[in-house]
DNA sequence: GACTAATGTCGAACCGGTTCGCAGCAGGAG
DNA sequence: CTCCTGCTGCGAACCGGTTCGACATTAGTC
């Protein structure tokens, strides 16, 4: 192994010359810094990460902790992954990823050995036990998700209140007076998934503001269970003509759920979903939909979390609570209402 | 921060007997190794990752190259990527998440530097610049995917050829005579990923020696396109009765088209895939499929880097390359050819 | 020409672990 | 009683970087 040692014999200075000759952090003359960076070149020199970190306790890497649970769709939570890792190598770092079940242990051991510099926590629930851990941690982190309890946190998040508002407003200006919202399934939002009831509540608020209804139900997360639960609702409401979806496997389904049935969007019925521009991509979902942004929030975590890391005085900058003001996609899934479906 | 010199001083010994104590490497008496442990609970030790690796030259984490590209499905990259996290925890060892698309810079980026015993490489190509690097890498390390020449590398995949005999052999049992066989899109092809031509030629062959028609096609990698050609192959060829897919946007897309069509499986046309289990749950494919078995290969390629970077003849043992049998999962997609839709 | 300042380089200490060689001490054998 | 052995624990060196203080050389000033 090639040690800054070796690079500096061979450029005929001492070990702590070729240091400062690389980092720049003191005047070196321009020929002694030629010198060194071609020994460097020559040598194939790249500095020992753990001896870097070890002398001055920064290891430019990124903890990021995702929790794959069960009952919630991994495929959307990869997209805040990948905007969390290319932010973070943009800016320098690398990322040490934790999928384990016990998030709580895996963030203690990553930040007590001092394997990273920050960390960023995903899919956080309204009372989720990293927090404490992260808290005590001597390194910054910061949140996808909107916990209880923000105190001494960066957190960023979807405006779910907006985005039910958005959803009812949208139905109801186009003429609707009777709305379908299926959320994510029950065991998420008992398991703490507060954004499902924050879009709920403000849905059925909104609904009560502007006169009209709304039946608030919790889908299943795997596609053949909300299939049918879709189909269900839509025989035990016939005179709904708009649907909200909340849960990405419920739009996912909703497509061969309408073609059994043979409605036609937005003729028979108007559809708005929650879910991200690149999730509808994948799939063809051919509806309308709030933008959920997992590539923006992650990017927006990690730039905070760095400047945390960064600045001298970052620790002890106020924390901030930021939300992402939802935006409708249209893709022409939403109309105004035809007779309703009770009448055919 | 706590030092492992105040854990020695709290159990009034030397630094070296601590750690002694802690490793286990030398005998220490009871009584010393309780008033150690005593005083790293009390204290809240833990060793610092950066000095540990810095002495030892072991970092107990792993590198995982992910390539996103452009063209391919990504939620399927995430099985490998879970199955590959899962399996390093369980022995031991964090994950060093690298997702640039310059996966080369980024191999060297983290083997130069040391900060991984050992590098899992996903979504390996024919011909993939990361090869040499790996070779030339002190740390060992595993493939998942079979690249043109496997020389001094451990490799892992599914037997791709074995999946296009099984698909063929398996219609052909059921008096199947024209099949479609969907690939993953060209690009796909072109970019180098093998496995696509590894199944299609077997595919082709097997046909061939069957004396049965198989028409070879690539899709689209997004689901309006690849339901467009669907249907433009099921046009094409109206004689065929049972459709291959090797490419998971189709899998998706394929249950609307034949809704579309008005077209029941297995009565009027026969279906195999291939693609996993954890797939086809999450998306409710009612195909039978060859499994594809991402987390299996993704704890193999892990299993095997682990064995070569702990045994200290490790990095000797012969390597090896190693194909998963295909299985296929019946979900009573196929059955035998009813008339040929050319009739109806 | 002497004194000060700026510039460029070096040596040594330090970060926090691990590991090697050595030594003190107790017990058993001769 | 002496010698050898086995068991424990200690001190020092080392891993590969960074950084502080000091020193030598040259340039600038009066």
Redesign the pocket.
């Known amino acids: ?8 014999r061979a ?13 720049g ?9 030629q010198r060194v960076n071609d020994a460097v070149r020559s040598l194939g ?4 990460a ?3 970190a ?4 920064e290891t430019k890497v990124i903890g990021l902790l995702a929790q794959f649970l069960e009952d919630e769709f991994a495929p959307a939570m990869l997209q805040y992954m990948l905007g969390v890792s290319d932010t973070a190598r943009e800016l320098g770092y690398d990322i040490l990823l934790a999928t384990e079940a016990d998030g709580a242990r895996a963030l203690r051991r990553i930040t007590d050995s ?1 394997m990273v510099d920050g960390v960023v926590l995903l899919n956080v629930a309204q009372e989720d036990d990293r927090l404490d851990i992260l808290r005590d941690a001597p390194q910054p982190g910061a949140l996808v998700g909107l916990p209880g309890d923000c105190s001494e946190l960066d957190v960023f998040d979807l405006d779910f209140e907006e985005a039910g508002r958005m959803m009812v407003d949208h139905m109801h200006a186009l003429g609707h007076r009777e709305l379908i919202l299926v959320s994510q399934p029950q065991h998420v939002v008992e398991r703490g998934g507060a954004y499902v009831w924050r879009l709920q509540d403000a849905a059925l608020e909104q609904a009560r503001v502007r006169g009209i209804t709304l039946h608030a139900m919790y889908g299943e997360s795997r596609q053949p269970a909300v299939g049918q639960t879709l189909n269900d609702l839509l025989d035990a409401y016939p005179g709904a003509t708009g649907l909200l979806l909340n849960n990405e496997a419920a739009a996912a389904a909703l497509p061969s759920v309408l073609h059994t049935r043979g409605l036609t969007v937005p003729k028979d019925l108007s559809v708005i979903g929650r879910y991200s521009d690149e999730f509808a991509r994948l799939f063809s979902l051919p509806f309308s939909s709030i933008e959920s942004a997992p590539d923006r929030l992650g990017r927006m975590a990690v730039r905070q979390l760095v400047r945390r890391i960064e600045s001298p005085e970052g620790r002890n900058e106020p924390y901030v609570v930021r939300f992402v003001s939802p935006e409708l996609v249209d893709r022409g899934s939403t109309g105004v209402p035809g007779p309703s479906r009770a009448d055919t």
Chains 1, 2 share one sequence.
């Not at 070890?54 to 306790?57: C, D, G, Q």
């Open positions: 192994m090639v040690t800054i040692g070796d690079v500096a450029a005929g200075v001492s070990r702590s010359t070729a240091s400062y000759a690389l980092s952090k003191r005047a070196i003359s321009a020929e002694v810094r020199y790249t500095a020992n753990g001896a870097r070890l002398a001055t306790s001092r």
